[in-house]
């Protein structure tokens, strides 16, 4: 699987946007980039995932760059609730399992 | 609720023994995955079974095996277990498998071998 590079922790202040953003320089074309979070005590949650253009939901925001070789997941405002591990994941076509890595661990300040 | 159930929550049993975790997928997902969630192994991916047929595997040791019955829940069953088992297992599903389809995970199985 082609591999990401996230940091490994970020810290935001509640009420604020937050950028978390992720590296994958060796992405092919057929690559779909996805985000998923875990929350203390819980299964992971899907977030966000796309291919070439930029997408939104009612959760976050994803920014591909134009060379799809980093990405940038949008948490337009941080809330306590948004305090977990966010994983950024190359799913390709011959191996569709998800592969995790160790993720961003999110802090939120009040 | 992500909308997939995983059952029983909690497990305690002992060395040796074999357990049985079952998943029942989102309503109308054919494909589902199993991963298992250790403290100093992150989380792994160990079967994915799509419609009934094993489609892809990773991790699994011999001990453990999966299925998917017809009505799509899916079983991983784990013998002789071993301390080193203890662990979160979580079971995700998806409507097709395919790589631009997100999956949606249960709340985990905490596996502890005593």
């Known amino acids: 699987d082609a591999k990401t590079t996230q940091p490994n922790s970020m810290e935001s202040n509640e009420e604020e946007p937050v950028h978390l953003p992720c590296n994958h320089s060796?992405?092919?074309?057929?690559?779909?980039i996805h985000w998923y979070r875990q929350l203390p005590s819980q299964g992971p949650e899907y977030v966000i995932h796309g291919l070439t253009s930029n997408v939104n939901n009612r959760m976050a925001s994803l920014a591909i760059a134009e060379d799809r070789k980093s990405s940038t997941l949008i948490l337009h405002r941080a809330t306590l609730r948004d305090a977990a591990v966010y994983y950024c994941i190359l799913r390709t076509g011959s191996a569709r399992q998800l592969t995790f890595g160790s993720g961003t661990q999110l802090t939120v300040l009040p | 609720d992500s909308g997939v159930t995983q059952t029983p929550k909690h497990l305690i049993t002992a060395t040796g023994q074999r357990v049985t975790l079952r998943c029942s997928p989102r309503?109308?997902?054919?494909?589902v995955y199993w991963y298992q969630q250790s403290l100093d192994q992150g989380l792994q991916f160990l079967i994915h079974?799509?419609?009934?047929?094993?489609?892809a595997k990773g991790n699994i040791l011999e001990r453990f095996s999966a299925q998917q019955f017809p009505d799509l829940h899916s079983e991983l069953n784990l013998s002789s277990l071993e301390l080193g088992d203890s662990a979160l297992y979580f079971c995700?599903?998806?409507?097709?498998?395919?790589?631009?389809?997100?999956?949606?995970f249960g709340q985990g199985t905490r596996l502890t071998v005593v």
């Open positions: 079974y799509y419609n009934g047929e094993e489609r």
């Open positions: 309503s109308g997902d054919l494909s």
């Open positions: 060796t992405i092919s074309g057929t690559d779909y």
């Open positions: 995700a599903s998806s409507t097709s498998g395919q790589v631009g389809a997100g999956a949606f």
